[in-house]
């Protein structure tokens, strides 16, 4: 086990771990965007590609927290802008229970976050990115939230 | 390829030249995959998109006996279907393979963090090896395509592409916006690089394509609603001014909604004096008054024309870009009217008349003594209206004086941009717009074409600032596209829909509600009934798959499984490399 001096090094050197899921209609593609458009954000997040936010089952989200993501960023179509009609709503219904079983659990719910960012606003996806890295690096790792 | 197979994995990570390699250290990457689990070969490469590059997976799909691929390398979005097709001729399934996305998601957004970069795309790479095990072959898929294309915009690219397609034997339904077909070309008398108006260029074509026995052609019509997928739209037209609305079925689309010349209020007092105009509203004089004052009718003696208004501003969102039309309309302008007026001056920040027979303009109208003044970019020319009179004052870089002219005009070579409503298109067709503010093709050098939306194209000034000649390249190339994958008849689709672990269903109706198409419906021939999923209905977006309590739905290419590995992946620490030997 560490010492309290190698982990106080630990924590000042941490760096928030997020795992951000995106749709691959809109936000996977103003990921892209942002990329092809050279705005820079921070290297916290980890994007994986999920045919449409509908796709996201509460369990993953609750499984990489508890496996100690200190964050998920979850990034879809507009409402009525869903590739597949609506599944960005049905997974905007899951949200709410998401967060109320997080606050059971004791976890903040600020650190999961929800946006809509189209294939055209790299912006809005790289300023959504920046929110969560702000939360999360606030709220200190996740591993201290489950003690 | 069972699914009891050992995964062997080849993970190949692409320089992309300096565009990843430049900032992440894609050699300790490769290095670093070797490490994982299942990997039996991994190595970096300069182009894996290139000729050198596929070869080498192919080569060493047969020489490791590799049957999952892993390359990171560019957005799936762009390289999927190249790389799924090398494994397929290497003989592996194509949805064996996995794409990282290291430079739209890592080198391009994060240039100056090299080191967190690398750490990055080490993750990345790690989550997509863990997806890669579980990844399992799939059965090739094709649909039919309706052999009728729709085209949105009845300018000149629209009218080109719907005639190249009609004549080569398919149905097109054109829909244009204004009451009347012919775009922004009609309207003006003068259409470089030939002495005609816009009217005698496209006149005899709108005749064709209206008569055309294969051309629907719907004027002051809109696209409502825009659903399907490849080989398979349902386009919804709206007359605007019946409130009538019309579906139809196609199977390709073309994009041509082309552009409006930029009006510039904020150049060159643009507004405040009806003898300052653009050069679009110039060519929209009727002939026989070009050269007369508009504000009291005098003859025209002296004319400055501005280049660059509103084109190649560092820094001005949507404005940054050259319009490549007006250097070339300019100086065609001024040989043509330098003889009826005692004096035209040009003033320009750069010249480039860069197309066939463009210099040619150019040259001429030097020959003719048109002047040409060039200012700095950053101190561009002063206009002011007193008393109803212009005073145009300029530095001139090439002789380092300050020069002072009254002219009678000022004409604007004023910016291409992008229509109005052309978010509404954007979000219709499912397209993105680049910084100039067009539409994005799929590849910006090797697709300029198609879209991410697969059987929508794009062409003519949809897609950036252009003259017409390239127009009408754009509008071929676009039909020629078209009309391939509808003579070919049916396209191959994805595999990726839903299956029902029967044993696991609990009967619970879940999916049936969650399902957005319809495709759920339980099958009550068992007993305890259980939900069935049409693959034809499905379209792959998983939303039953979460929304089932029992995990009793499978959703192809994208399983519970697939995904929980790579957020295990992610978290899991990664191992040291190396141990010292490299």
Redesign the interface.
Known sequence: MATTAETKTQDEQW?P?I?AFCC??CS??G???????????P?NV???????T????V??IL??LE???DGVLVSGCHPG???????NL??RA?WALLEEALKQAGVDPRRVRLQWA???EAQAF?DGVRIIVDQVRKLGPMKEAWK | MTAQEEPRIGVFVCHCGHNIAGVVDVVRVAEYAKSLPHVVFATDEMFMCSDAGQQLIRDKIAEYDLNRVVVASCSPRMHEPTFRRVVEEAGLNRYLFEQVNLREHVSWCHMREPELSTEKAIDLVRMAVARAAKLEGLPVKSVKVTPRTLVVGGGITGIRAALDIADRGFEVVLVEREPKLGGNLVKWNHVFPVDKSGKKILGPLIKRVKSHERVRVFTNSEVSDFDGYIGNFVATIRNNKTGKEEQVEVGTVIIATGFKAYEPVEYYAYGQSPDIMTLAEFHQRPGDELLKRPSDGRPVKKIVCIGCVGSREPGKQGHEHCSRYCCTAVAKTAADIRSDVEEVVVLYQDVRTYGKGHEEFHRLARLRYVMYSKFPREEKPQVTVADGELTVKWHDVLSGDDFEFHPDIIVLASAMVPPDGIDDVAKMFGLTRSADGFFNPEHIKLAPLTTHTAGVMIAGTAQAAKNATESVVDASGAAAKAVGLMARGEVEIESTTAQVIEDLCSSCHTCVAACPYGAIAMDESKDPPVAHVTSAKCHGCGTCAAACPSSAILMLHSTDEQIMAMVEAFLTPAPEIGGGEA
């Open positions: 760096e771990r795992l691959n209609w996977y593609a990921a892209d965007l942002a990329g092809t458009s050279r705005i820079q954000y290297t980890r994007i994986m590609r999920v045919n449409c509908g796709r996201i089952d369990d993953f499984a990489a496996k100690g993501a802008d869903c590739h597949y009609t609506s599944g049905k997974l899951r189209s294939a055209s790289a």
